[in-house]
């Protein structure tokens, strides 16, 4: 690592502490913005400022070793999570929609509220797929085809 590098981690381990201290673990923003935020100023090994995915992917990591299931970011791998975030969504699952657990999670500042009108549901449909895989839930809710917003289970009553 680029010595002038080292001063960029401890940046963003002040600034990510400081988050902590004044309780701002919920964070809308995604993490080439937290580096952003952060004003961090990485140099790669040609000498000129990273990309900005090369930028998520350190801010990645480094948030993952230092601080792991600590923050909610947007866009952010739900297996990163805090586990109360994580525990929520398996509670749901019983009784919801992916979609609906998403507002649902939303309306419970446990994660960003969406930036538009359309929900993107792939991170908690990977994780839920996930956790039916592991056993940790037994099934996943579908919206039934056409059926604006009843569930296949609804639709068959």
Same mark, same amino acid.
């Given at each position: ?24 673990? =919920?964070?809308? *923003? /995604?993490l080439?913005?937290?580096? !952003? ?7 790669? #090994?040609?000498? +000129? &400022? ?13 948030i ?5 299931k ?32 998403? =507002?649902?999670? *939303? /309306?419970?500042?446990?994660?960003? !509220? ?7 549901? #792939?991170?908690? +449909? &990977? ?31």
């Amino acid at each position: 690592v680029v010595k002038s590098n080292l001063k960029e981690y401890e940046k963003l381990n002040k600034f990510l502490q400081n988050k902590i201290n004044k309780n701002e673990v =919920l964070l809308d *923003m /995604d993490l080439t913005e937290l580096g !952003k935020k952060a004003k961090l100023n990485f140099i790669g #090994r040609d000498g +000129k &400022k990273i990309s900005d995915q090369y930028l998520r992917d350190l801010v990645s990591k480094y948030i993952r070793k230092n601080f792991p299931k600590t923050f909610v970011l947007r866009n952010m791998d739900y297996r990163d999570m805090p586990s109360r975030v994580q525990n929520r969504i398996i509670e749901l699952s019983k009784t919801l929609t992916p979609k609906k657990i998403a =507002l649902q999670l *939303m /309306d419970e500042k446990l994660i960003p !509220k969406a930036k538009s009108e359309h929900l993107n549901l #792939r991170g908690i +449909k &990977k994780y839920m797929g996930d956790l039916k895989n592991e056993g940790r839930i037994a099934n996943i809710i579908e919206v039934a085809p056409g059926g604006k917003g009843i569930t296949i289970a609804e639709q068959s009553e």
